[in-house]
């Protein structure tokens, strides 16, 4: 067990963990943020999906040993009061069937956007095709990005 | 609650059904709600809660009770849009809070047959028509008018001449004091509907997206302790010995001890509990089924199949078989629960399909009478038939009894997936013959599954859309020890698609069109008409470029009609879906918004079960355990999904399941029209058409 010092949606956080605690049970089980979703442990869903220095991340597969001075957000933080331009387009186009794996599609979508605000189609196929939905919401996940980059 | 309250609640029960046995509804009361205000925090105004559904709030809002669990499928929302519409409120003034189990208040509380919408249609409209009754005669009164002159509208009570207005948080108090009515309200006519078939977003949308929205997984209460299990590596195993020196080495492993469903660990946190469970040496005695493999399951299903029919003498007869594997439900969220067990009482968190069944299920568990059982109703990470049965809730049961505290019981993906209720592997034999005119003449389908039933079965109805002269099915099964269950369509997962691909064939056999020959076949109007709009939607019969092919098939079930027309390519080796055309005749489509995404969602699931997902056994387990071995669609692997809704009146048919059942069949039927081979065996492999 060891101490670490992260940085959480702006907020300084330490935690006593083992050094192997992957970064989503940090988050969920210690820092009750429980927005970012276990849906493998093994890196094939990406519902546990956050942003480590902005760029999309999956928390099952990151150590909390590993994070050092990256700057973590989770859905949780990705706006103060949902006015991302993609939590918008979200409810806009009703994405969302159970929302299980929602954030991890959301926080995907926000690490796309930020290097590049108008995907084609072809650098949305790129980012999501890894992003399981179980309920089959992809029709609307395509439609939601690319309304909230047409806004950006 | 108090005891009055229950009374009074339960007579608004008895007032809004009549006819909805679903609701364990009967006659009706008229009775006064004197109890029904509460005391704000400042102690002036009240809020108004005349029933068990719906309560009024001085600020105007109204939060509506929702009885069943939400796995996804827009209930919450579809559920609250009932009340809304007959209560004349803005939908953004409504709020939904979610029930937890209590039948004997609400009455049947599960998820499943496609029947939530269909089952409250009426009664939740009656709640909010006699919710806004109460409010209006409560405004008649403090205007001293006649309260048939009065009109609603957006939350408010209106004058005939529309100058005055009062709001319904202005008349939570008067309303209380309202007798209920004698007779039902009138509901309002199809016509005037604001808010049902014109769609809302979900109820639960802006906390999805933020990650407020609470899953079982996420529950955390004081105290709790997190649990994985250690499962049987085959079905049937059973424990033998546990070494648990090692994992008693990892910080936070608290325990380790032996629970039916194999060896549960323990811990402060999620992550030592998963370590811990690493280390524990278990050995297992594997049982009777340790050899079990998929071959010798089909093997025993292939054996199974007895002599089909006699076709008629002269008759071009055809033949087909269609090997259907194991599918896992695979919901996003693994199954989990949290229990508290104490002494005199337990509590339950979860996302289950049966709130009732797991109160039940509890009660018999630890021997306390059903009310000392509370069943916290949580989001479902999707449910699919999965969450139907509470395995997960027992896991949390026992292992909280052991621990005299509270514990989180989370599933692994691979414990998700290696222990399922599985959609039952098949095999289906199905005979059929034309006359040399190319008219149906015979159909024999028989269909076995490895799903535990029937050794044996009988020829009965064919099951199928099309007038075809003795057309008959043999339902049998073979027991087999892989545990199976409801999966989104239940047997139409089998029987459609089996059925669906051969009357493909049997269209070609006849030299004809497979859509016309369908269409002139079809029975029921409503089907006819949704392929026949599938077929235009689809631009059948317009020219293929080279190597495309299209398909169509349809399906009627759960008071739901569905039509698809797939178009695809094959490209060497590879099968790139181009279009995927739905069209639904729901009925009343409460909620159209939600209606398309079970559309499109049902669609994901029949395209990843006819190209994909498949369930393997292998000495006596499950090989699959995740998302890399148990694929479904991606979405860059997503054709465009175009949904078309027929909207009807007088009520809403099932979608729950509707929108499965004729995928794969249009697939594989695309498939014939783009390589002349056809499909035999699904998953879908080219290799393995013929
Ligand atoms: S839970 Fe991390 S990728 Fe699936
Ligand atoms: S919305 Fe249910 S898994 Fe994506």
Request: hydrophobic fraction near 40%.
């Amino acid at each position: 067990m060891a101490l670490y010092k992260l940085n959480v949606n702006g907020s300084d956080h330490s935690v006593e963990a083992l050094p192997d605690m992957p970064l989503l049970w940090v988050l969920r089980d210690m820092l009750d943020l429980t927005g970012s979703k276990f849906g493998c442990g093994i890196g094939a869903c990406g519902a546990c999906t956050v942003l480590l220095d902005g760029a999309e991340a999956q928390s099952c597969q990151v150590t909390v040993s590993a994070i050092g001075k990256k700057k973590v957000t989770t859905i949780e933080g990705l706006s103060k009061d949902g006015s991302h331009p993609l939590q918008k387009a979200w409810i806009e186009h009703d994405v969302p069937q159970c929302g299980y794996c929602q954030a991890g599609q959301i926080m995907a979508g926000a690490a796309l956007l930020h290097k590049n605000p108008h995907p084609t189609d072809a650098e949305i196929d790129d980012t999501f095709a890894f992003h399981v939905c179980r309920c089959g919401t992809y029709q609307r996940v395509r439609d939601a990005v690319k309304a909230a980059g047409a806004k950006k | 609650m108090s005891d009055r309250k229950e009374v009074s609640r339960r007579s608004f029960i008895q007032l809004i059904g009549g006819v909805g046995a679903s609701l364990a509804l009967g006659s009706f009361s008229s009775l006064a709600c004197a109890d029904v205000t509460k005391k704000d925090k400042a102690g002036n105004t009240a809020v108004f809660e005349p029933n068990a559904f719906v309560r009024v709030d001085p600020d105007g809002s109204v939060t509506v009770t929702i009885i069943c669990p939400d796995a996804g499928q827009g209930s919450r929302t579809a559920l609250a849009m009932l009340v809304a519409e007959e209560l004349d409120v803005d939908w953004h003034k409504i709020k939904v809070v979610q029930a937890p189990a209590n039948q004997s208040l609400y009455g049947r509380q599960g998820i499943g047959g496609s029947h939530t919408i269909i089952a409250q249609y009426n009664e939740l409209r009656q709640v909010g028509a006699a919710t806004r009754y109460l409010l209006v005669a409560a405004a008649a009164k403090t205007w001293n008018v006649d309260a048939s002159t009065l009109k609603t509208s957006n939350g408010h009570v209106l004058s005939a001449d529309g100058k005055k207005s009062i709001s319904y948080g202005d008349l939570t108090a008067a309303a209380a004091t309202i007798p209920l009515p004698t007779t039902k309200p009138e509901l309002k006519k199809d016509a005037d509907f604001k808010l049902i078939g014109k769609g809302a977003t979900r109820v639960d949308n802006p906390d999805v997206v933020t990650g407020k929205a609470m899953y079982g997984l996420d529950v955390k209460v004081p105290g709790m302790l997190y649990a994985v299990i250690e499962r049987t590596p085959a079905f049937g195993a059973k424990v033998k010995s546990i070494n648990d020196t090692d994992a008693h080495q990892i910080p936070g492993v608290l325990q380790v001890f032996e629970v039916p469903s194999g060896v549960a660990v323990v811990a402060t946190n999620t992550w030592a509990a998963l370590k811990g469970r690493k280390a524990v040496k278990v050995d297992w005695d594997l049982g009777p089924n340790a050899d079990l493999d998929s071959a010798k399951i089909t093997a025993q299903l292939k054996a199974a199949v007895g002599p089909h029919k006699e076709m008629p003498a002269g008759a071009k007869v055809i033949d087909a078989t269609f090997d259907f594997p194991y599918l896992a439900h695979a919901t996003m969220e693994p199954l989990n629960a949290v229990a508290d067990v104490q002494d005199d009482h337990c509590t339950i968190w979860t996302g289950t399909q049966q709130p009732n069944g797991a109160q039940g299920q509890v009660a018999n568990m630890l021997k306390l009478p059903v009310e000392k059982v509370t069943v916290n109703v949580m989001l479902l990470g999707g449910g699919f038939g999965r969450r139907l049965s509470n395995e997960y809730v027992v896991d949390a049961v026992n292992v909280s009894k052991a621990m005299t505290k509270p514990v989180k019981v989370m599933w692994t993906r691979e414990d998700d997936m290696r222990h399922d209720n599985y959609r039952p592997a098949c095999h289906a034999s199905l005979r059929g013959a034309v006359d040399t005119s190319g008219n149906p003449v015979g159909w024999s389908h028989q269909t076995i599954t490895a799903g535990g039933g029937r050794p044996g079965g009988q020829f009965g109805g064919a099951n199928i859309a099309y007038d075809i002269p003795d057309a008959a099915m043999l339902q049998a099964g073979v027991r087999v020890a892989v545990p199976t269950g409801a999966w989104r369509s239940v047997e139409n997962t089998l029987h459609n698609v089996a059925n669906e691909c051969f009357i493909d064939e049997l269209a070609h056999a006849a030299g004809k069109d497979p859509f016309e020959f369908r269409r002139s076949l079809i029975k029921n109007d409503r089907l006819r008409n949704v392929l026949e709009t599938a077929a235009k939607k689809g631009n059948w019969g317009a020219p293929l470029a080279a190597g495309h092919g299209r398909g169509i098939a349809c399906f009627q079930g759960y008071g739901s009609y569905a039509a698809h027309v797939i178009e695809l390519s094959v490209e060497g080796k590879k099968i790139k879906l181009h279009r995927a055309v739905c069209v639904v005749d729901c009925g009343t489509a409460v909620n159209p918004k939600g209606v398309e995404a079970q559309m499109q969602g049902a669609c994901t699931d029949g395209l990843s079960t006819a190209l994909r997902a498949a369930i393997t056994i292998k000495n006596g387990g499950v090989v699959e355990g995740s998302w890399t071995d148990f694929q479904w669609m991606s979405l860059d692997a997503m054709p465009k999904v175009e949904v078309t809704i027929i909207t009807g009146t007088g009520g809403p048919g099932g979608m729950g399941e509707v929108g499965y059942p004729s995928v794969a069949p249009a697939v594989a039927n695309a498939l014939f029209s783009a390589t002349g081979k056809r499909v035999r065996k699904f998953p879908i492999s080219l290799d393995e058409m013929v």
